[in-house]
């Protein structure tokens, strides 16, 4: 099938669910026209690394099959799709790196993958990646850059950029990502989608290429708030075999108005002006929704600090992580992550435990903001956007990288913008466990701006017809 369905394919995932189930459509009618949606885009796009298109092909039937004799899943038949640096067995993690194209293909599941194939999602295939998820633009030296669906030529963000960007062009049904500083919210930020990192330690990451394991999270992307609700809780749970997993004590959802704190970063933080107008917008809806808003003291020390010292704590594990391909062939490293790496190399021990210590600094704030509200509220990202070809701002993690260092679930859910305009993204900060509350605020905010997942109007140029 060379066709595919634009109104189909861009609604969210809890529709589409509602339409396998009504049997409107089958398992693999949707994923021949999810292919061949993928298929066209990948000139321009180029979301996917890998595509395994037999094998979800031959998942899909198996998912008719149980769908006909009443034994459907919850996600039975969806396609999802991976980040690359999460083991799918039976394909390469290549983290986005030369070093690892060739490397055998893993033999498990990441537990989180797992989950969902036990759900029924049928696994498409593994998504484009900043390299080795060291940075937040996705234009990968080895594979490709990827394209923000909104415009072309401008990043999707990162550095799991495939993750926001095949969510956004209806390249799947929803997508998991990888979280050091920012790498889920940040591309739902910039592709107009919403992305949820987790507390730390509720989803597990064993199976992953680590990148710094203190800020590490695996999050999903969907196309709604409401399809988060159903796919987070399939994803979490305790793993024994995991260092970094916790056993989470998940609170009810808040009954009630919200106390939603709002920070006054001031110079703290350089958020574009019309982030900041589209932003003040949002927070006029939430007071709308019967919330109150509580102004917050900017923060203690610049916010720039802390990415800087989350930057460190990474370069030094990717040290660790690929120590084997470091002694090696280093021209297989992009020049700049060979440049990072080798900074790190000359770090002392003394830098690396100061970084630490920033980071609890910055875990600290978090905690006192929160310990004045029920919700924190800020902008994702302090800016939209950016072409490839200019340099990428060093702020972009900057309102992120909090919640990663405190382990605090964090949310981002698109803002109302004019047609045309990149998008921007509002982050919601919960308690550690408050998932629930976050995801049912963002639903209660898509439903008061009356959100309409929709395919962005540049996908035009490339959709199979």
Known sequence: MSKADAQLLSQDLTAQVVLLASAEL?????????????????????????????????????????????????????PVAIKDNIDVAGMVTTAGMETRRHDAPATHDNPAVAALRRAGAVVVGKLNMHEAA??????????????????????????????????????????????????????????????????????????????????????????????????????????????QSRAIHFLPVYEGPLRIGVVDFGDAADIAPDVQAAFEQGLHVLRGLGHTLHA????????????????????????????????????????????????????????????????DRAQVQLQQWLAHCDVLVMPTAPQRAFAFGTPAPASQADLTAYANMAGNPALSVPLPVAAGELPVGMQLVGEIGDEMTLITLAEAFQQAIAWQPSLPQACAAWWPQ
């Open 26 to 78: 089958s398992c693999v009618e949707l994923m021949q026209q999810q292919l061949a949606a993928i298929t066209a885009s990948q000139r321009l796009i180029n979301s996917y690394i890998h595509v395994d298109a037999e094998g979800a092909l031959a998942a899909a039937a198996e998912s008719d099959a149980r769908r006909r004799n009443g034994h459907a899943r919850p996600l039975e038949g969806l």
């Open 134 to 243: 060291m940075g937040a633009d996705n234009d990968n030296p080895f594979y490709g850059a990827c394209h923000n669906p909104h415009r072309p030529g401008h990043t999707p963000g990162g550095s799991s950029g495939g993750s926001g960007a095949a969510v956004a062009a209806a390249l799947c049904s929803a997508a998991l990502g990888t979280d050091t500083m920012g790498s889920v919210r940040i591309p739902a930020s910039y592709c107009g989608v919403v992305g949820l990192k987790p507390s730390w330690g509720a989803i597990s990451t064993r199976g992953t290429v680590a990148l710094c394991r203190r800020l590490d999270h695996i999050g999903p992307l969907t196309r709604s708030a409401r399809d988060l609700r159903l796919f987070t809780r399939l994803m979490i749970g305790f793993d024994p075999d995991c260092a």
């Open 296 to 359: 917050l003291p900017p923060p203690a020390f610049a916010s720039g600090r802390a990415r800087r010292a989350g930057l460190l704590m990474s370069e030094a594990e990717l040290l660790v992580e690929h120590a084997d391909a470091w002694a090696g062939d280093r021209s297989r490293f992009s020049p700049l992550l060979a440049k990072l790496m080798s900074w790190a190399e000359g770090r002392s021990a003394a830098e690396l435990a100061a970084a630490s210590q920033l980071a």
